[in-house]
């Protein structure tokens, strides 16, 4: 099962405490379900738990009665369809939640939505029939997929208004609608934690920890292969001056102390200014200082042949 279905799953499994959440998760799962409407229309899920828990909701919240079929996709995959095939109930569902039949610009009714409580359990019910969460170890992607311009500008507005959340969603089009998403997975481990998914919320802190220690491992090597770099490059400079130095016959003419540091180098050209100070018995700034001057005369040397 994928990530969005465990996350689904999950919260197929919370009990709204009160009733006026067990309403709003009802408004907010039929909503946003493509089929809040007068005219007869169904709502399709692989996922047998969200079908059922949508006519849990419709009865429990807005006491309509539904259908539910079952069959297979081409690809022999499970497919649950959802409807309310009498006019009747459909027009019930629309009236329970103050919408009327025929109106355009289908938007959140707010006086549905009770109390302050009411829209973690009204965003949970959206969540689970037109919400998505990608696998985090892909990456981190959670959107709610919405038909009409109006409906997702009220869904983002009210997403805005969630507290626990620092930043709000963006929203884009799409072409069968648009799309109210984050990619954030701060953002995305806040929101599943305040729709119930705890569980999911855990499994994405984990792989966000993980993804967080490897890059600060990645970028620790690359800064060290850097240096790496930069030291061979450096000492390899350093090795072709002494060597010119030496082929030119002059090196044995330099004071002592330039020459047991250029023989220190090319006996162990791996070394780094702190190893070479340690080795030399004298300070790393003295180091640099030396192989400056020996680099200078070598390149000098180099320069007049």
């Not at 640099?288 to 680099?295: E, G, Q, S, V, Y």
Request: proline share 4%; with cysteine.
């Amino acid at each position: 099962m994928s990530f969005s279905g465990d996350v689904k799953n999950e919260l197929c499994g919370v009990e709204p405490k009160k009733d006026c959440c067990l309403r709003a998760e009802c408004y907010g799962a039929w909503l946003f379900s493509r089929c809040f409407s007068a005219k007869e229309s169904a709502f399709v899920t692989e996922s047998g738990p969200v079908a059922r828990r949508m006519l849990e909701l419709a009865a429990a919240g807005a006491g309509v009665s539904g259908e539910l079929a079952y069959a297979f996709s081409r690809q022999k995959k499970p497919l649950y369809r959802v409807t309310l095939p009498e006019a009747g109930q459909r027009e019930r569902l629309l009236a329970a939640f103050g919408h009327q039949a025929g109106r355009p610009g289908l938007r959140i009714n707010r006086a549905a939505l009770e109390n302050e409580c009411c829209t973690a359990a009204f965003l949970r019910g959206a969540f689970l029939t037109c919400g998505a969460c990608t696998d985090p170890q892909k990456e981190y992607h959670l959107e709610f997929a919405v038909p009409h311009s109006t409906l997702a500008n009220s869904l983002y507005t009210l997403l805005g208004e969630v507290e626990v959340l620092s930043a709000p969603p963006a929203i884009a089009p799409r072409k069968s609608g648009y799309v109210v998403y984050w990619k954030d997975g701060g953002q995305i481990e806040d929101l599943l934690t305040f729709l119930g998914a705890q569980q999911a919320s855990m499994a994405l802190m984990q792989v966000r920890m993980y993804k967080d220690a490897r890059n600060d491992i990645n970028r620790k090597a690359n800064f060290e292969t850097a240096n790496m770099d930069k030291t061979y490059s450096a000492a390899a400079r350093q090795v072709a001056a002494i060597a010119a130095l030496s082929d030119a016959g002059r090196l044995g003419a330099l004071p002592q102390e330039l020459q047991d540091l250029a023989a220190t180098r090319l006996e162990h050209p791996e070394m780094t200014l702190r190893e070479l100070s340690a080795a030399l018995g004298i300070s790393r700034s003295g180091v640099n200082h030396r192989l400056r001057r020996l680099l200078e005369l070598g390149e000098r040397e180099l320069q007049n042949r």
